[in-house]
């Protein structure tokens, strides 16, 4: 019996050996299969994991960036509006912020805090307090930016989480504490369509990311919680609150001192809200433009590896042609004057029957009415969903909540979408462009009143009757065929085209009707009957066909005597290019809208250079601008004076089509040459009126305008002088008959109406 004690004790012992060993191996097997779990996991065995070459250049879709002439930012084009930015271009406040609120130990772990996973599991898991915060660093947080999650189950979370875990140390491993912080920065979304501090710093305050001031740093980081709650513009309240927790938190962490929380505080949040969406921002129709234009460029040039280049991925840098500040000029003038304008068209066309629409059938409107609900986006949806055309119009006409736009900012209604179709068509349109015509370069370019909601680039893709914004090309090509001066006089009487049905163009008005008339004057009152006497006599229309080509028109026309009044329909880029060449003393200059291409690290990728050729004689050239000073010192463009108050010389030319269907100025600068159209959609939608509808009332104050605004900036003074004389000109500008006419008060009203 005595020996059944110890028996049992050793037999207890034994077991307990075993027990230990059982413990320590299964201890070792754990070990030992998370390091093969994690070893997996790093090589990318067991799904994705980025490769050390991937660490070293993370793919990341960069915006392509556009600057205007002297270096200011226009916009971007891509799918995210993202650029990078290296660290020291990074304001002390915009780190310092971000490392107080969001990581406050950054700098001393190694890509995973433990203290906070510790806190995570303590208060947050076990505790519940979903307040005490979260686990991830901000070498974690790029981890996720750069490599996002892909599974959305539970443990997908958790297997995602671990991926996350392992890739932040490798970029702990591969970048400095600094470059992890300009890394983070750059791939963050702030909302507004920003994304990356650069493009966050531009929307909402203007500025560069080195300029941020420690209250504005501190909005920005804000947003990084929940950018659409924390929105400074949506939601101003919410981000003040969270602006001044920020700032709470880096006077906790040291960087500032309870004086400067205080002060700081206090403030208001000051904004310069800039949005850089792709139909929001200066140069809309521009940038889709040049969007269209960079995505065939990108066929034909190749990266180092070999792939194509992607406007919307690889961050490209483009400097373009267009003056910043005359952009902001001709947008400003054509919204001012919109205003105007399309009440002046609400009110003309109120209570008329078929409005917009005048002079056409009610099945032809019916018709575009269908065409415009066939074009439209929720047309296609529903298309899609299978339905007929019959329940897709009952669907048109239900009234549904929408947001419309008016001259005042987009306006919440309720109307069916079919009544929206007719309530945008009544909006009078514009295009406009300026060129420089020394070097071709395109300063100004406004393709329409709002891109958001009417794409349509009248610009460069609208094809509209030029009326007598025509004329100057007769009387250049009959200058030049038959030598003739500003003050040679042709007889103000009908003209007869015999071998084109006996055609004989008709005056606007009796003024001076059967006189002898100086071009001069013909040309500054809008005369048909001289225009059509100088294409029949003094030159033909098949020069005046091979004169505006040599001057950079490309869409065809037929050689018809017509074409004298206008009768071809022409774009606006075309117009302002050709009006360009009489400025730059006869010598064309091809448009160009880009002066190079770069990298995204600034390595030049192409330069653009504009080319020319020799359209017209200098002399001819000058003498065509004296001719149309005329139109604006006491022609048809006479209000740019008496009005608007312009002092800079101008050269001029209004037009308008029949019915007032399209109304035309063009306003030339001896440092730019600029064509404005007005009209609605359709050549149906007009106004009834010719005092409303004519040139000189649609489209000249557009340019008076825009000009007010040019002159009026000092940086702008390169609008002075005069047109070059050429040197062996002998000419006498001096029409006596016509000076004496204007001394004496006998160029009437009735004179500078434009037809």
Known sequence: MQNKKPLKKQQQNNDNKRYVRIMWVSYLCVLFLIAIFFTMLSFGWLGFM????????????????????????????????????????????????????????????????????????????????????????????????????????????????????????????????????????????????????????????????????????????????????????????????????????????????????????????????????????????????????????????????????????????????????????????????????????????????????????????????????????????????????????????????MRVFTWNGDKDTVMSPWDSLRYYKHFLNTGMVSIEPQTGHIKVYVGGINYKHFKFDNAKLGRRQVGSTFKPYVYAAAMKDSDLSPCFEISNTPVTFEDYDNWTPKNSNKAREGEMVSLKWALANSVNFVSAALIKDYTTPQSVVNLVKQMGITTPMPAVPSICLGTADLSVMEMAEAMATFANKGVHKTPIFITKICDNKGMVLEVFNTKSNAALDEETAYLVLELMKGVVDSGTGARLRYKYGLRSTIAGKTGTTDNNSDGWFIGINPKLATAVWVGGELRSIHFRSTALGQGASMALPVYGLFMQKCEKNPKLNFYKGDFDRPPSLEIDMDCSNYVQELQQGTVSDEYTKDW
Not at 213 to 231: C, D, H, M, R
Not at 254 to 260: I, S, V
């Open 50 to 401: 980025p490769t050390f070459e991937e660490l070293e250049n993370p793919k990341a879709n960069l915006a392509t960036e556009v600057y205007a002439d002297s270096g200011e930012l226009l916009g971007y084009i891509g799918i995210q509006n993202r650029s990078n930015v290296n660290y020291k271009d990074i304001s002390p406040n915009m780190i310092n912020a971000l490392i107080a609120t969001e990581d406050a130990r950054f700098r001393e772990h190694s890509g995973i805090d433990a203290r906070s996973l510790f806190r995570v599991l303590t208060k947050t898991i076990l505790g519940g307090h979903k307040s005490s915060g979260g686990g991830s660093t901000l070498t974690q947080q790029l981890a996720k930016n750069l490599f996002p999650r892909e599974k959305k189950s539970a443990v997908g979370t958790v297997y995602a989480k671990l991926k996350e875990w392992i890739v932040a140390i490798k970029l702990e491993r591969n970048y400095s504490k600094d470059e992890i912080l300009s890394m983070y920065l750059n791939t963050v979304d702030y909302g507004s369509n920003a994304f990356g501090i650069k493009a966050a710093s531009h929307t909402f305050f203007t500025k560069l990311p080195s300029e941020l001031e420690v209250e504005e740093a501190a909005v920005l980081v804000g947003l990084l919680k929940a950018p659409t709650t924390y929105n400074p513009v949506r939601n101003p309240e919410n981000a003040l609150k969270r602006r001044n927790t920020v700032l709470s938190q880096m006077e906790k962490y040291g960087y500032l001192t309870p004086e400067q929380l205080e002060a700081k505080s206090a403030q208001p949040i000051k904004l310069k809200y800039n949005p850089q969406a792709h139909d929001e921002g200066i140069a809309t129709y521009f940038r889709e433009m040049l969007r269209n234009y960079m995505k065939d460029w990108c066929k034909t040039h190749y990266k180092p590896n070999g792939d194509q280049y992607d406007v919307h991925k690889d961050g490209l840098r483009i400097y373009t042609t267009i003056n910043y500040q005359m952009q902001k000029n001709a947008e400003e003038a054509v919204k001012e004057h919109f205003k105007y304008l399309q009440n002046e068209f609400f009110k003309h066309t109120k209570g008329y029957r078929d409005a917009p629409f005048t002079g056409i059938s009610r099945a032809d409107i019916e018709k575009y009415y269908l065409q415009a609900m066939k074009n439209s986006d929720r047309y296609r949806d529903l298309k899609e969903e299978g339905l007929s055309d019959k329940e897709i119009k009952a669907n048109f006409e239900q009234k549904t909540k």
